[in-house]
């Protein structure tokens, strides 16, 4: 059964880089077609999908983040990863990865999430 | 382009019914059959619960349903339990690898 975590620094400074791993266990990241993602959740707000990044590398981000987000993949650690460029206190939240099979359009498993606070 | 919108909380009786409305627009949750709701126990991952509107995935119990009708879906809960308190949300594909999620439904079991 695939788990995903999440691992990365719980306070960055504003203006600074964001940046966070998601690391699959119980398969391999580059066997079968799947979307690896990643998804926010601002305290006491609803969830806000970032992005996206396919086994072969090709990506896709949410256009409100677009020019601030890079999604990559590192199949030897079998891990994917995100960074947020520019941070200020609205990218403080809850990050989460989660699986999403090719051809399908839901989100499953989910790693349980990373709080990440944006502060000086 | 934004959140889709649900109730901020929905409560009920143990064995009572209860519905989740998810209300987005043409381009989301009118436009495609891939709406899908996520249950959120606290601290823990967002659970896969309904996907393509109406399908339960295995171990799922059969008192989860889903519907859509235009741009609004929603989630039946039959025979409410005490473990199904939780926070609930919908989320939308949109289109252009773009998806959308609700606001958030907290669910009280009185």
């Known amino acids: 059964q695939v788990q995903l975590q999440e691992s990365g620094p719980g306070l960055v400074k504003p203006s600074q880089t964001l940046s966070l791993t998601c690391t699959v266990s119980g398969g391999s990241i580059s066997s079968g077609s799947y979307y690896w993602n990643w998804i926010r959740q601002p305290a006491g707000k609803g969830l806000e999908w970032i992005g996206r990044?396919?086994?072969?590398?090709?990506?896709n981000y949410n256009p409100s983040l677009k020019s601030r987000v890079t999604i990559s993949i590192d199949t030897s650690k079998n891990q994917f990863s995100l960074k947020v460029n520019s941070v200020t206190a609205a990218d403080t939240a809850v990050y989460h990865c989660a699986r999403v099979i090719l051809g399908t359009f839901w989100f499953d498993p989910w790693g349980q999430g990373t709080p990440v606070t944006v502060s000086a | 382009q934004s959140a889709l919108t649900q109730p901020h909380s929905v409560s009920g009786s143990p064995g009572q019914s209860i519905s989740i409305s998810c209300t987005g627009t043409s381009s989301d949750v009118g436009g495609y059959n891939y709406v899908s709701w996520y249950q959120q126990h606290p601290g823990k991952a967002p659970k896969l619960m309904i996907y393509d509107v109406t399908k339960r995935p295995s171990g799922v119990p059969d008192r989860f349903s889903g519907s859509k009708s235009g741009n609004t879906a929603s989630l039946i809960i039959s025979g409410l339990q005490a473990e199904d308190e939780a926070d609930y949300y919908c989320?939308?594909?949109?289109?252009?690898?773009?998806?959308?999620f609700g606001t958030g439904t907290k669910v009280t079991v009185l």
């Open positions: 989320c939308a594909y949109a289109g252009t690898y773009t998806y959308f």
């Open positions: 990044i396919y086994t072969s590398g090709s990506t």
